[in-house]
């Protein structure tokens, strides 16, 4: 069912997830501005960034970018640490801070740090009770230090199941699609794809939990590849060879994938803000000077 056009502008983020040297970091921090990207994020998973001193040095050496973490794994973090951390970083950002929060999936991080690994229902919980405790504390003017942002730091959250979903719809400003779910029995993060109709459905399970909102929130997707090409199907073939269980035809069809000409995926990102609503796209860094081009194309649009 297509959407009516969302009333937020569309927005570009780009998650860098290779650890660099400082010269390197900030190297690519001002190329991600200059690209035009409106936000850097940076994600929270081990033998990455770590993404509060990262945003922070991307902060000294851009003006422009909003900052955010994409998305941090609430099993590793204590509320109240937690809201130390976001409001010295807004504090230290001059105000650029988004806060991305989920559930974490990905057992073996939690194994590697010694953290327990709760059951499904237990990391939806305290997904819940850090982003209440977090914003309780922050809210608190007794509480130092103090965030820059009024009335407070954006939030945005990520994930497709129905809780999640129902939290997002009653506490976030953003709400993020990764447009894939975790492979079942998996201890490693794999991820498969959601193929078009079923993102289509988890939209729509969301906008039923937000019909009663005054502010509708901004609706973010990964786009997990980015494919310049003047021949479509020939692109797809070695991607068919990790994806056996797809046709080329669902392959082009994978709403976390943009593949053609710039002007084929400036389409393609059309048609999706029509079908999806969303506004807020965020490329992965392997992808970021692909997606430039499509992004130059979609401003004002």
Aim: proline fraction near 7%.
């Amino acid at each position: 069912m297509a959407q009516s056009v969302s009333p937020h502008p569309f927005r570009f983020g780009v998650s860098l997830i290779t650890p660099a040297p400082a010269d390197e970091w900030r190297a690519k921090c001002r190329r991600a501005e200059e690209l035009g990207y409106d936000v850097i994020l940076v994600p929270d998973h081990l033998g990455m960034p770590a993404p509060f001193p990262a945003l922070v040095a991307a902060a000294e050496v851009t003006e422009r970018p909003r900052l955010g973490t994409f998305v941090l794994n609430t099993g590793f973090w204590n509320p109240a640490l937690l809201a130390r951390e976001v409001a010295t970083t807004d504090a230290l950002t001059d105000g650029r801070l988004e806060l991305g929060v989920g559930t974490g999936y990905v057992k073996a991080e939690h194994d590697t740090a010694g953290l327990p690994w709760l059951s499904p229902r237990e990391r939806v919980d305290h997904l819940l009770h850090t982003i209440e405790e977090v914003y309780r504390l922050l809210a608190a003017e007794e509480h130092q230090p103090r965030p820059v942002q009024k009335p407070r730091v954006p939030l945005l959250v990520g994930g497709n199941g129905d809780r999640v979903l129902r939290l997002t719809a009653e506490h976030a400003e953003i709400a993020a699609f990764t447009g894939a779910r975790s492979v079942r029995g998996s201890s490693t993060g794999q991820l498969e794809a959601m193929l078009a109709d079923e993102l289509e459905e988890r939209i729509a399970r969301y906008r039923e939990l937000t019909a009663g909102r005054a502010e509708p929130a901004e609706l973010n997707l990964l786009v997990q590849f980015v494919i310049d090409t003047d021949d479509r199907e020939a692109a797809v073939q070695p991607l068919l060879e990790r994806v056996p269980y797809l046709t080329t035809e669902q392959i082009l069809e994978l709403p976390i994938g943009l593949i053609g000409s710039v002007a084929e995926m400036t389409a393609q990102v059309l048609a999706q803000r029509e079908r999806y609503g969303f506004t807020y796209l965020t490329a992965l860094e392997p992808n970021m000077e692909a997606f430039a081009p499509v992004m130059e194309q979609l401003r004002g649009r």
